[in-house]
């Protein structure tokens, strides 16, 4: 039985470096065995600092390496279906960052090349691996099935952002290196005018969307749709609720993203803490009404999301299992962010085609 999971490490960009790269470099049934920068100055002087015996510079060069059986690849989402549908198809595991893809077909094409080798395909969804998401899962779950509180009535999903560094202060290595060049890869029908603005709104917001799947199953339609510059606002129905989801930007110190399931008599509100304020949860509070009026507020243990995703992927590997953010339910993701912004768009509603 194989003990640890032998890993390259691709991209040595911000995240790459103070985030997913430290957090591998933890795991005890890991081991990081090469390292692969486009930009070879940059990737060499990483990997000397994480004592990681061997550098590429392509990905194509780890390919047909028998002795890598995955691949954490931090890139550019652009790249993202080009680099994890050829290691894939290689033989390798494949960890991506969020979101899975740029466009509905990428994400499918990642998801055959994947199926069609029997290997992991991963995507960087790290709230689902924060302990006061489990919590709230389990809370959920839970309500829903004794009808404590009631019938869920509404949702409201606001992410604004705000403060998500927190004075992260991981070592970085920089480069003078001219950073590679990104052809964008957008969705075939989308206006080239909306390309931006969608790839920003798909970048961030597919985490909200993905988290409320996880929390409440698949919605069946976009109801209504419509952004004003950075801002957006939609309907999504379910049956028997809607969810109004919103999202853009403010400039706090603080980190100002929440859900919110509504019951009848009471609902179970999550605040999620800045991703990068390491150990620290998402805080979750109960409120039980009709004739309980009582407030409840777990305490999640003290763990970071990030960490406890890169060891989740590991875990999978060794014992054969499905990532909890595996390709295929996240394609489910990107095909609901493409019908938000078609739905804007085309000023009509939409029905999701899983």
């Known amino acids: 039985m194989v003990e640890k999971v032998r890993l390259a490490f691709l991209g040595c960009g911000w995240m790459g470096q103070r985030v997913h790269l430290p957090n591998f470099l933890k795991l005890e049934n890991c081991e990081v065995v090469a390292l692969c920068e486009l930009r070879e100055r940059l990737g060499r002087a990483v990997a000397k600092r994480h004592g990681i015996p061997r550098y590429y510079r392509s990905h194509e060069d780890l390919m047909d ?49 994947a199926e069609g080798a029997n290997r992991k395909l991963m995507v960087a969804y790290m709230k689902r691996y924060d302990e006061g998401c489990l919590k709230a899962k389990e809370l959920i779950d839970g309500l829903r099935s004794s009808k404590e509180l009631g019938e869920v009535t509404f949702v409201r999903v606001h992410d604004f952002g705000g403060d998500w560094v927190c004075n992260f202060d991981e070592p970085l290595i920089t480069t003078d290196e001219a950073y590679p060049e990104v052809k964008p890869r957008p969705p075939g029908w989308m206006p080239e005018g909306e390309v931006g603005r969608f790839n920003s709104f798909n970048n961030v917001f597919c985490h909200d969307i993905n988290l409320l799947r996880w929390l409440l199953g698949d919605p069946g339609e976009v109801k209504y749709s419509t952004f004003r510059g950075g801002y957006h606002n939609s309907i999504l129905g379910y049956e028997g609720f809607n969810v109004s989801f919103e999202t853009g930007g403010v400039s706090s110190r603080f980190w100002d993203e929440e859900m919110k399931v509504y019951f009848k008599h009471g609902w179970v509100e999550i605040r999620l803490p800045p991703p990068l304020l390491r150990n620290v949860p998402a805080q979750v509070e109960v409120y039980k009404a009709n004739g309980i009026q009582r407030l409840e507020i777990p305490y999640p243990s003290w763990t970071w999301s990030f ?32 019908e938000i912004y078609r739905s804007f768009l085309e000023k009509t509603s939409l029905k999701f085609e899983f």
């Open 65 to 113: 390496l028998g002795d890598v059986d995955a691949v954490v690849a931090i890139t550019r989402e652009e790249l993202h279906a080009p680099i994890a549908i050829d290691l894939l198809k290689s033989g390798k595991h494949v960890y991506i960052e969020k979101p899975m893809a740029t466009n509905v077909k990428d994400a499918k094409d990642m998801v055959q090349a």
């Open 307 to 338: 960490k406890n995703e890169a060891q989740h992927f590991i875990n999978c590997i060794l014992e054969n299992q499905e990532p909890r953010t595996s390709g295929r339910d996240s394609l489910k993701d990107m095909i609901i962010m493409e």
